[in-house]
């Protein structure tokens, strides 16, 4: 299954894949209308960590044994046979069991409708209007299984000089 | 004290498409713009603005635009306001004005006034999509004779060993130290040298040992401050520049401040971290070309005679005449940079005020390396100001065997020219050393955005090489009979070596 992952080396915090996220679950799918315009207000799926200089965005990861599925008192939280965790908001009591339980803090509290919401993927595109938006490309979308080969050729930035600098003395 | 200065830029943000993401707020290094949760309002504080375009890029709705701040001092031809600035800036800080990247003054460029030849008729045009084109170029130093010998199988071949460095294309990319350009964007410039075939330029910060496996297309320099020069390093590239001078700031030396050596720079630079790296004006080793040739030599011994030393001066007054010495030091290589060349930081009269335009110098020094005969000793490197395939394309044709390109590069990667460099808050993520501002350059990205570059040029210089019917760069090299000069007076037409337009 495909997930989104991100290169911290390159996140420069912008926050545009919030921006994008907010668009894609507005019901206009207008960045004016979504920001301005409509109430209940769309809220992000996805939260952005920053300490300087290290910042990354936060979505679900879809795991293979999802805690909020278990906790989920209404049976809102479903993992679906392609693997992704789906919230079906018709269904959810607003109890907020799935944002206690989840450790990576990938379900977010919608305050205006006292629900929850969560990544989804973006069903409806082929590539999650996060990752298709962000400028830099730190976000991408890649099979759980190739994600280690990534990793290891990834050497850029500080934490990738600093694994150089312990491979190798200098000079 | 009062200050004195007005803002140089206004930004204009439309608050009916502004949606307050804050994505403005959060990346400019300068802190223009401030988000009042008080008022749910994002203010700029224009007055530190350099009008990068960062935000302007960045905003998702393209709220903002940036313009000249308009507050029109009393005319007066003399005292323009640029001055008044500029020299109320001096009485506030007390301090040399300083700049980056290239000469941004109104002097002629004379590129716009020199033009290409094409075929018509007589001598039929060659369609590059069609037929093979040939932009290879050899780098280093051309022997005077050389011997063939019969191989085994009766198929003669080549005895004297060359030496020559391939090109795929005569352009390679200008000197930027790591230091004064990212990490990031050092790696960019030394991965895409590797997949087109061409060079790069350590600049005088040495070497960081994640770009050794770049070495089969690395020039390493050595400048007025041997900053991480010894043996080793010296032997990672293919050829070693000497620098003497730069066409931003000839007979200036260089400054990195200290806040920039960080670790990684300590060790690239071989100096204590946090301490300013200072490049002195002149090598104090070398007062004349005795002693050129004596470094040129020094360092040709520690390399096996295996690579070109070349030496790269700004064009200056003189410069043919230096050029003839540099090639009879032993030097293999001659970079001149001409004075609209960049830098990462300059005092601006210096930059403004000194040296030549480029086109005068390749012109002059080759018509005298022809002259005394050691034309083919040499490969003339020109750099400084070149911003195009056509500009590229007159340089060669005027007698330059490879343009170095350095803020063409730059603004592949992401640079808007703001002239900022010097600040070390390159929003842009080029010219700075701040770990949250050095991401901003993904490596992978700017690499692709440098090889479409050089890319696209190459199709265009193809076009032109097509145009005028010569199928390969060597045929229009040094070939001035297909320039002309437009709007040149008798002299300058004279110093450039071509004819008038309709001669």
């Known amino acids: 299954m495909k997930k989104i992952y991100i290169n911290e080396d390159v996140c420069t915090g912008c926050g545009l894949c919030r921006v994008n996220c907010i668009v894609e679950h507005s019901k206009s799918k207008n960045i004016n209308k979504a920001f301005k315009k409509e109430s209940p207000k769309p809220t992000a799926r996805l939260r952005i960590e920053e300490r300087k200089p290290i910042s990354f965005s936060v979505q679900c990861r879809h795991c293979d044994e999802p805690r909020c599925v278990e906790a989920c008192i209404s049976g809102a939280m479903i993992k679906d046979e392609d693997g992704i965790v789906y919230h079906i908001e018709e269904k959810c009591v607003g109890c907020l069991s799935c944002v206690m339980v989840c450790e990576y803090g990938g379900v977010i509290i919608d305050k205006d409708r006292d629900k929850v919401v969560k990544c989804d993927l973006c069903i409806d595109r082929d590539i999650p209007a996060c990752v298709a938006g962000c400028p830099n490309e730190a976000l991408f979308m890649i099979e759980e299984n190739e994600i280690k080969v990534t990793e290891k050729n990834n050497l850029t930035g500080i934490d990738g000089i600093d694994k150089m600098n312990k491979l190798l003395s200098f000079r | ?503």
């Open chain 2, 1 to 503: 004290m009062l200050s004195c200065l007005p803002a140089k830029f206004k930004i204009v943000r439309d608050s009916n498409r502004c949606i307050k993401c804050k994505v403005c707020v959060q990346q400019c290094a300068y802190e223009v713009h401030n988000y009042d949760a008080e008022e749910d309002e994002i203010f700029s504080e224009e007055k530190s603005c350099v009008s990068c375009h960062r935000c302007v890029n960045m905003c998702p709705t393209q709220a903002l635009t940036v313009v000249v701040y308009q507050l029109d001092y009393v005319p007066n031809a003399n005292w323009k306001k640029l001055d008044i600035m500029r020299l109320t800036e001096q009485a506030e800080s007390g301090g040399v004005l300083l700049t980056g990247m290239g000469n941004d003054l109104a002097y002629p460029i004379i590129w716009d006034n020199i033009v290409l030849n094409a075929s018509q008729v007589t001598n039929p045009s060659i369609d590059p999509l069609r037929e093979p084109m040939e932009l290879r170029t050899y780098f280093g130093r051309k022997t005077n004779t050389v011997e063939i010998e019969m191989g085994e199988n009766g198929i003669p071949q080549l005895k004297t060993k060359l030496g020559l460095i391939k090109l795929e294309v005569p352009i390679i990319f200008s000197a930027m130290s790591f230091g004064s350009i990212s990490y990031n964007v050092h790696r960019a410039l030394a991965q895409s040298a590797k997949d087109l075939g061409i060079l790069y330029n350590t600049g005088e910060g040495g070497l960081h040992k994640d770009f050794y496996q770049y070495g089969s297309n690395t020039i390493v320099q050595c400048a007025s401050g041997r900053f991480g020069i010894d043996e080793y390093y010296l032997q990672q590239g293919v050829a070693i520049e000497i620098k003497i001078g730069q066409g931003a700031k000839p007979g200036i030396g260089g400054h990195l401040p200290g806040e920039k050596v960080d670790e990684r720079i300590s060790m690239t630079r071989m100096i204590p971290t946090g301490t300013d790296a200072i490049s002195p004006a002149p090598h104090h080793d070398i007062y004349s070309i005795e002693d050129l040739r004596q470094l040129i030599f020094s360092i040709k011994e520690v390399t096996y005679y295996k690579m070109p030393v070349g030496v790269k001066i700004a064009a200056v007054h003189n410069v043919a005449a230096i050029s003839s010495g540099i090639a009879r030091a032993g030097a293999d290589f001659i970079t001149i940079d001409g004075f609209r060349g960049g830098t990462g930081a300059a005092p601006t009269m210096i930059r403004d005020n000194v040296g030549i335009p480029i086109e005068f110098a390749i012109a002059s020094v080759d018509d005298r390396l022809r002259q005394e005969g050691i034309r083919n000793e040499i490969t003339l490197v020109a750099s400084g100001g070149f911003r195009n395939s056509a500009d590229i394309v007159k340089a060669i044709a005027l007698g330059a065997d490879v343009i170095a390109i350095g803020t063409p590069a730059l603004i592949a990667c992401g640079c808007h020219v703001c002239q900022n460099c010097y600040s070390g808050k390159c929003n842009w993520g080029i010219a700075t050393q701040d770990p949250q501002l050095t991401k901003r350059v993904n490596p992978d990205i700017a690499t692709r955005r440098l090889k479409n570059l050089i890319r696209a040029w190459s199709l265009e210089i193809k076009e032109f090489l097509g145009a005028m019917g010569v199928n390969a760069i060597e045929s229009l090299r040094g070939n001035r009979e297909h320039l002309r000069g437009i709007g040149l007076s008798r002299n300058y037409l004279d110093i450039l070596g071509i004819k008038e337009v309709g001669r």
